[in-house]
C-alpha cells in the first residue's frame, strides 16, 4: 500500500538518493584521511596562525611578511572583491550603452558597437589580460619619461602614481559621512516615492538628495580638523613616491574583466530592450515624450525584468575569471593561495578555503540580484 503512493514512492527515492550520496561522501573524505595519515601528510588549518613571511605588493589593509597567512588570505580576498566590484560597475554600464548602441537608428554607432561585441566576445579573456598587460607595460613610458598631467598625475610603466590627501581623521570621518548620507538619500526617495503612490504629488529628490549626501560629509570633515593636505607624488630614485598607485597589473585586470564581460552585458540588455512590446514604445511616442523619456521611462523599466536574471550570471562570471589574475601577476586570492601552498604544502586546506570563499561570494550575489529582481517585478493587480 505505501509503494503504490506516488508521493510516497517519491519520498522514498529521494531518501535513497541522499544516502547513497552521503554515503560516497564520507567514503571518499575518510579514504582521504587515510592516505594523508599513511603518507604522514599534516591536515588543519593550524597553519593560518603561522608567520607568512612573503610580501604582498598591493594591497588595502596593513600587512608585512611577520602577518600570518590568516592576514596574508584576508589580503588576497579583499583584492580580488576590489576588482570585482569595480569591474562589475564598468561593465554594466559600458554594456548597458553598448547594447543601447546596437539598437541606434545610426548606423555607424551601431556598426561600431556590434563589432565591439562580436569582437571580444570572440577572443578568450586570458589572451586579452596578457594583451592589456603587454600595453601598460611596454607601450608606456619609462619612469623618468612619466606622462605628466599637472603635478597630480603621472604615467609611466610603472603604472598610474597620483596624488592623494595624507592621513587624516578628517578624511575617515568625511568617509562615513558620506555614507550615512548615502543611507539618507535612500531615505528621502522611498519617502518621495511613497507620497507619490498615495497623494499623486511629487516632492522634489535632487537637490535633497545631493544635500543628503554631500551634508553630513562635509559637517564631518569640518568638525575633525577639516583637513586640506595633499600628498603629490616625487620622484625619487626609480620611482615615484608619495600619493596613490594603480598598477599595471591592477589596470590589465580590471579593463580585462571590464570590457571582456560588457560585450555580453551588452547582448543581454539587446535582447531586454527587444523584449518589451513594441506597442509600449509607440504609446510613449503618442504621449510625446523624447527618445530618451521612452528609453529612462518606459522601455529599461520594462526590459528590466528580461535583463536581471542573465545578468546576474554575468557577474557571476567577472567574479570567478578574476582568478585569472594569477597570470599577469595581481596578487588575488588565488595568487595568495599558490604562494601558501607552496610554502606549507597544505594544498587541499588552501583549494578548500578558495572553494568556500568563492561559494560564498557568488551566493551573495545572487541573494543580493535576487532581491533586486522581486523589487523590479511587475505589480500586477
Avoid at 571518499?28 to 603561522?50: A, E, K
Avoid at 539598437?103 to 592589456?132: C, D, H, T
Avoid at 598598477?247 to 580585462?256: Q, R, V
Wanted: contains cysteine; aromatic residues 10%; proline residues 4%.
Amino acid at each position: 500500500m505505501f509503494l503504490r503512493s506516488e508521493r510516497a514512492r517519491g519520498i522514498l527515492y529521494q531518501l535513497l538518493l541522499l544516502a547513497a550520496v552521503g554515503g560516497l561522501g564520507w567514503f571518499l573524505f575518510s579514504n582521504t584521511l587515510h592516505n594523508l595519515s599513511t603518507r604522514q601528510i599534516q591536515v588543519g588549518f593550524g597553519f593560518l596562525t603561522r608567520e607568512a613571511g612573503f610580501e604582498i605588493a598591493e594591497k588595502l589593509v596593513e600587512y608585512d611578511p611577520s602577518n600570518n597567512y590568516a592576514r596574508a588570505f584576508l589580503v588576497g580576498l579583499l583584492n580580488t572583491l576590489h576588482v570585482a566590484l569595480l569591474g562589475i560597475l564598468i561593465a554594466t554600464v559600458l554594456g548597458t550603452l553598448l547594447g543601447i548602441a546596437r539598437l541606434s537608428s545610426n548606423w555607424l554607432l551601431a556598426k561600431i558597437a556590434s563589432g565591439y561585441v562580436e569582437f571580444m566576445r570572440n577572443i578568450p579573456l586570458l589572451l586579452q589580460l596578457l594583451v592589456w598587460y603587454g600595453l601598460f607595460t611596454e607601450m608606456l613610458p619609462g619612469v623618468r619619461q612619466a606622462i605628466k598631467v599637472g603635478d597630480w598625475l603621472f604615467i609611466s610603466q610603472r603604472g598610474f602614481r597620483y596624488a592623494w590627501p595624507q592621513a587624516h581623521p578628517g578624511w575617515d570621518a568625511a568617509v562615513w559621512g558620506l555614507a550615512v548620507g548615502v543611507l539618507l538619500a535612500l531615505i528621502w526617495r522611498a519617502v518621495v516615492r511613497r507620497r507619490q503612490a498615495a497623494t499623486g504629488r511629487q516632492w522634489p529628490l535632487g537637490w535633497p538628495s545631493a544635500a543628503l549626501i554631500m551634508g553630513p560629509a562635509l559637517l564631518a570633515w569640518a568638525a575633525f580638523g577639516a583637513p586640506t593636505s595633499i600628498e603629490t607624488p616625487v620622484l625619487r630614485g626609480f620611482d615615484y613616491q608619495g600619493g596613490k598607485v594603480l598598477s599595471p597589473e591592477f589596470m590589465a585586470l580590471l579593463l580585462g574583466l571590464s570590457t571582456y564581460t560588457a560585450a555580453f552585458i551588452a547582448e543581454v540588455v539587446r535582447a531586454g530592450i527587444l523584449a518589451v512590446d513594441r506597442g509600449q514604445n509607440e504609446a510613449a511616442m503618442a504621449l510625446g515624450l523624447s527618445n530618451g523619456q521612452r528609453l529612462r521611462l518606459v522601455t529599461l523599466p520594462q526590459a528590466m525584468r528580461v535583463i536581471i536574471p542573465p545578468m546576474t550570471s554575468q557577474y557571476l562570471n567577472l567574479t570567478k575569471n578574476s582568478s585569472l589574475a594569477v597570470a599577469i601577476g595581481y596578487p588575488d586570492l588565488v595568487a595568495i593561495a599558490n604562494t601558501t601552498m607552496n610554502q606549507t604544502g597544505q594544498a587541499i586546506e588552501a583549494i578548500a578555503m578558495l572553494m568556500a570563499v568563492y561559494l560564498c561570494v557568488s551566493l551573495g550575489i545572487s541573494l543580493f540580484m535576487n532581491w533586486y529582481n522581486a523589487r523590479m517585478r511587475l505589480v500586477e493587480r
